[in-house]
């Protein structure tokens, strides 16, 4: 099993689409958890930390479910602008702090 | 806002030679990282630096690499014998003492081995 899960897509949805996707998780000892988006032959940008009881950023909102290790973010009403790469970050180990990143979902917001 | 900045750009080389990558991390940050990205792969990382010291690596990082803090504002990484296999984009990364553990990436060298 992969440490860190995505669907690859690409989702193409429609400007103002509400789009939603999801990560899992192997190492159930994680403990800290992050969506990062990635523009073409760019470097990662931190989107926003997930924490525990959920949490909203404007447009995006990320659920954690420890139990079932599984990672959701929501971006309502997608922008153009929105078009890139979500990557799903896991840092698996207490006292540790290198991350592991899931391949990343392509997402593709059309006019 | 503060930003991770790296040099150069785009890194071309021969195989066998070595190169220097270089990156100036945020300044009130204490951990340090490389990353690597394969082109159509997902981010590897590679070494975490604190306190002058590795603190943790990957099997990737082996001792064909090696990184130093060379004075108070670069963070620097050596590959010694480049191969074909190391073409790939390199990020460095840095995060603050607490937190969250969050890291802000530079924008990447390019390293192309011919």
């Known amino acids: 099993r992969k440490e860190v899960e995505q669907d690859p897509g690409p989702f193409n949805v429609p400007e103002g689409a509400t789009v939603a996707f999801n990560c899992t998780y192997s190492n159930s000892a994680s403990q800290s958890f992050f969506w990062y988006r990635q523009d073409c032959r760019k470097e990662p940008k931190l989107l926003m930390s997930?924490?525990?009881s959920g949490n909203e950023d404007g447009r995006f909102t990320a659920q954690l479910n420890r139990a079932s290790q599984y990672i959701s973010l929501l971006i309502r009403d997608s922008k153009l602008s929105d078009s890139a790469t979500y990557l799903c970050?896991?840092?698996?180990?207490?006292?540790?702090?290198?991350?592991?990143f899931g391949s990343g979902t392509r997402l593709q917001v059309q006019p | 806002e503060p930003e991770v900045t790296q040099t150069p750009s785009h890194q071309v080389t021969q195989m066998g030679q070595e190169v220097i990558l270089r990156c100036v991390p945020i300044?009130?940050?204490?951990?340090f990282y490389w990353y690597r990205q394969i082109l159509g792969q997902k981010v590897e990382f590679l070494v975490s630096?604190?306190?002058?010291?590795?603190?943790?690596k990957s099997e990737i990082f082996d001792d064909q690499f090696s990184v130093e803090r060379p004075d108070g504002s670069n963070f620097t990484l050596k590959i010694r014998s480049t191969k074909l296999e190391d073409s790939a984009m390199y990020f460095c990364?840095?995060?603050?003492?607490?937190?969250?553990?969050?890291?802000?990436f530079g924008p990447g060298t390019r390293l192309t081995v011919t």
């Open positions: 630096f604190y306190n002058n010291e590795i603190s943790e």
């Open positions: 300044s009130n940050h204490l951990y």
């Open positions: 970050v896991v840092n698996p180990a207490t006292g540790r702090r290198a991350l592991t």
């Open positions: 997930v924490y525990s």
């Open positions: 990364a840095s995060s603050s003492l607490g937190g969250g553990h969050e890291q802000y």
